[in-house]
């Protein structure tokens, strides 16, 4: 009698653990097929690959319309230099896109970085990044970037099928939750026609917009012991964006 | 005998903590420990913005830098239970303590077993 009741306990026990242990690996399960999370309201939505984004039709409208192609090359670079560290980061997930008349006079664009794409080259730290008390992926997961105008594009550069123009971004940056007007002199937009030699590496006629910048964390409510107290992380953070765009949409590149 | 144990721990202890110190200084005296990763790699070697070499996208901004893609020894350690733990700090830091505790007197330890059972 007495072993009977032992051996029920162990096998209650044991259906315990296993029935806790399928439990969790259902839902790690679950967590896995989650797509990325959708874009927050007032921004254009993603598509459903959450390769590139639901251009709005008035816009498209425009002009041609070139799509971020993500996963490739870096995109975006970020130095912090603090007293006490200089920490870099980048991304290479940003997707979005550009408009273009036909006069080559960029006219609309949004992008959408991936807060939990930043890499640091720490797994750690970029988990850090993510928390609430630094950029808040699960609220915000996106950094977006919005064109409002494009102020004195000026042809720089030209040569067999490439066009390059200097111009100032104006536009709308979205950190953290908190949205801000941007000015971003000096950039430059390289379009490049579609040939034998950029066949191999992407399709379409292609856009490459270049520009480097600095935002204050501060102007985005980015508040945290590290920056003001630690001083390890500085409260200027120098971005270096590099985008290649293509009028061939990502889901149907080769 | 028991000299001889000694010096052969603070001597052992003293190499550890040297090469985790030289490892840190090899791979840059970074804060962090850091590993190579394949996403890096892929890149670094995508090509795409190869294709804007001739069109002087760069020439007023310069190339867009990127994240160093290699293994570097960090003076802390990360606070997390996996790899990115190891640091100057873990390996050097217990390694000087017990070549510490190596070179304390001999009779330190019996003396003070000694001075507790006179004082009962």
């Known amino acids: ?155 720089a550069k030209e040569g067999e099928g490439f066009k390059t123009y200097s111009a100032t971004l104006v536009g709308e940056f979205t950190i953290h939750g908190v949205t801000n007007k941007k000015t971003i002199p000096n950039a430059t937009l390289s379009f490049r026609t579609q040939s034998a030699s950029t066949e191999k590496v992407a399709q379409g006629d292609l856009l490459a917009i270049r520009a480097k910048y600095s935002v204050l964390l501060s102007d985005y409510k980015v508040e945290h012991p590290v920056i003001s107290k630690k001083k390890k992380f500085a409260n200027e953070v120098k971005i270096d964006t590099s985008l290649v765009l293509s009028t061939v949409a990502p889901e149907k590149q080769g | 005998m028991v000299r001889i144990i000694r010096s052969v721990i603070v001597v052992c202890c003293l190499f550890i903590s040297l090469q985790a110190f030289m490892l840190w200084t090899a791979t840059g005296r970074k804060a962090l420990t850091r590993f190579p990763t394949e996403e890096l790699t892929q890149q670094a070697d995508s090509g795409l913005s190869d294709l804007f070499s001739d069109t002087g996208l760069n020439d007023d901004l310069g190339e867009v830098q990127k994240l160093d893609n290699r293994f570097t020894f960090g003076l802390l350690p990360s606070p997390a239970a996996n790899a990115e733990a190891v640091s100057l700090m873990t390996v050097a830091g217990p390694a000087l303590l017990v070549a510490l505790l190596a070179i304390q007197p001999i009779g330190w330890s019996k003396r003070k077993s000694h001075h507790k059972n006179d004082s009962e």
């Open chain 1, 1 to 155: 009698m007495h072993f009977n009741s032992r051996l029920i306990m162990a096998a209650a026990l044991s259906l315990l653990i296993a029935s806790t242990a399928s439990a969790q690996y259902g839902n790690r399960n679950k967590k896995k097929h989650k797509g990325p999370p959708p874009a927050p309201q007032g921004f254009v939505q993603h598509a459903e690959s959450g390769k590139s984004l639901l251009v709005p039709k008035d816009q498209a409208s425009l002009g041609t319309v070139f799509h971020a192609l993500a996963d490739r090359d870096t995109q975006m670079h970020f130095v912090s230099k603090a007293p006490v560290e200089t920490i870099e980061g980048n991304s290479n997930r940003t997707i979005g896109y550009a408009v273009v008349r036909a006069d080559d006079r960029l006219i609309a664009g949004e992008w959408h970085l991936p807060v939990n794409s930043i890499d640091t080259g720490n797994k750690t730290r970029n988990k850090h990044l993510t928390k609430r008390e630094w950029l808040n992926a699960k609220k915000n997961p996106y950094i977006i970037f919005k064109i409002l105008e494009v102020k004195d594009q000026k042809l």
